[in-house]
């Protein structure tokens, strides 16, 4: 549905069809100022507790806080420290201890205002929270607009690595109002970019070459390639989301890159130094290498992954995040202990091209350590 809703302008309404548990994505400016309007029908009462960052506090609760008082429901909010190290079991320990101490109820509607961090941080609270109450999504970085907001994975992490503790727990409603992107710093906005890609990257080359043409734009502030963007990313990621929700097999080509992102990220440490999506960049352009020296890709395709990427600023390699002297065993070590690796087994999206991507399971590690020498030295 496209047209003007009962809040936000013109904004695009995409849903996630999971029957009883399925829900809208809207997408366009001003959401947040009619939130209580798209939202109410949802909520089971008219409380809402708001779990933010601190950042994020300051830029934009108060125009979720008013949209939502507007149609007469009552707002709290809860606000947490910005960056990955919140994702942690001591905060969640918190964030639950505090939702209690305001003597929450099942009528109680949580709103994650944030990037990726605040909604599986919140999500994954709402999930545990007396078993289980309502969430909104309201996602304020690229990244959580076009990835993490949609699809009800949420979750923490843990010494063991990434998101190795969370739950599937699908949001009721997600609002992805695109001005809150206008304050987004660059570099962010660059590492949610690189999730915008993978879509192309893993099944819709048109997608991938509208990337090629309009992607510098959009890092530069063009709304409606933002627009469009955000609502072609939440379009592809709500149909395999609907295909498979429990990533029992297609969703899994949503972690193009993620294997090697998610041991840069471990190796890495989850202070800021790495950002997820710059992760994901490398990742991504080291899943084309690798399919190149399997022989399964043209190295062409690789060649023009790697160009649109370094072209945003993105980095393409493990050199350039700072990871030169990790051993390629130590990173290989960290891909074995990842939630899709089975039985040790080295599991990655690989491609025959760009748009052609598929699952391998137990990728030869010498291949691997190959990419990674080449990866670190580059
Ligand atoms: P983030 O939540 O840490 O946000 C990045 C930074 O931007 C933070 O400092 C935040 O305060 C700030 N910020 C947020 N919105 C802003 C705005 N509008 N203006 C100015 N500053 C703003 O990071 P992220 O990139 O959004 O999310 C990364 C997380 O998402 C990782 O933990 C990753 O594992 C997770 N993730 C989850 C899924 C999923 O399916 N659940 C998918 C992809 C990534
Ligand atoms: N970000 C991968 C997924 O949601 O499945």
């Excluded at 947040?32 to 300051?58: K, N, Q």
């Excluded at 399964?296 to 060649?303: K, Q, S, T």
Aim: include cysteine; charge should be negative.
């Amino acid at each position: 549905m496209s047209g003007p809703l009962t809040g936000g302008e013109g904004a695009e309404t995409l849903r996630v069809e999971l029957d009883t548990r399925g829900y809208d994505i809207h997408v366009g400016s001003g959401l947040l100022d009619h939130a209580g309007a798209l939202a109410a029908p949802f909520m089971r009462g008219r409380r809402a507790v708001v779990v933010t960052d601190s950042i994020v506090a300051d830029l934009h609760l108060p125009r979720l806080r008013h949209g939502l008082e507007s149609a007469g429901i009552a707002v709290e909010d809860i606000v947490v420290t910005p960056g990955e190290e919140t994702k942690s079991f001591a905060n969640l320990r918190s964030l639950l201890d505090e939702l209690l101490d305001r003597r929450i109820d099942r009528a109680t509607t949580i709103f994650a205002l944030g990037g990726g961090v605040v909604g599986d941080l919140a999500g994954f609270a709402a999930s545990v929270a007396l078993r289980g109450i309502d969430f909104v999504q309201a996602p304020t970085t690229l990244l959580a607009q076009v990835d993490s907001s949609v699809g009800g994975k949420t979750g923490i992490n843990t010494r063991h690595g990434k998101n190795l503790v969370g739950s599937f727990y699908q949001p009721r409603l997600v609002l992805a109002d695109t001005d809150t992107l206008a304050t987004l710093p660059a570099r962010e906005l660059a590492a949610g970019y690189a999730e915008v890609v993978k879509y192309g990257l893993i099944d819709d080359p048109d997608f991938f070459a509208w990337c090629e043409s309009h992607g510098p734009a959009l890092l530069a502030g063009d709304a409606a390639a933002r627009r469009k963007a955000v609502v072609e990313s939440c379009r592809a990621k709500a149909r395999t989301v609907a295909a498979d929700e429990r990533e029992a097999g297609s969703r899994a080509l949503l972690n193009l890159g993620h294997t090697f992102a998610h041991a840069a990220e471990a190796a890495a440490g989850y202070d800021g130094g790495v950002l997820h999506g710059e992760a994901v960049a490398a990742g991504m352009a080291l899943a084309f290498d690798l399919s190149v020296q399997l022989g399964l890709c043209p190295a062409e395709d690789a060649a023009r992954v790697r160009r649109h990427l370094a072209t945003t600023g993105l980095p393409t390699d493990f050199a350039a995040l700072g990871l030169a002297n990790r051993s390629p065993d130590s990173l290989i070590d960290a891909m074995r202990q990842d939630k899709k690796a089975e039985g040790g087994a080295l599991t990655f999206v690989l491609v025959q091209g760009i748009g052609h991507a598929f699952v391998a399971r137990d990728v030869q590690a010498d291949a691997v350590r190959r990419v990674l020498t080449r990866a670190q030295a580059a």
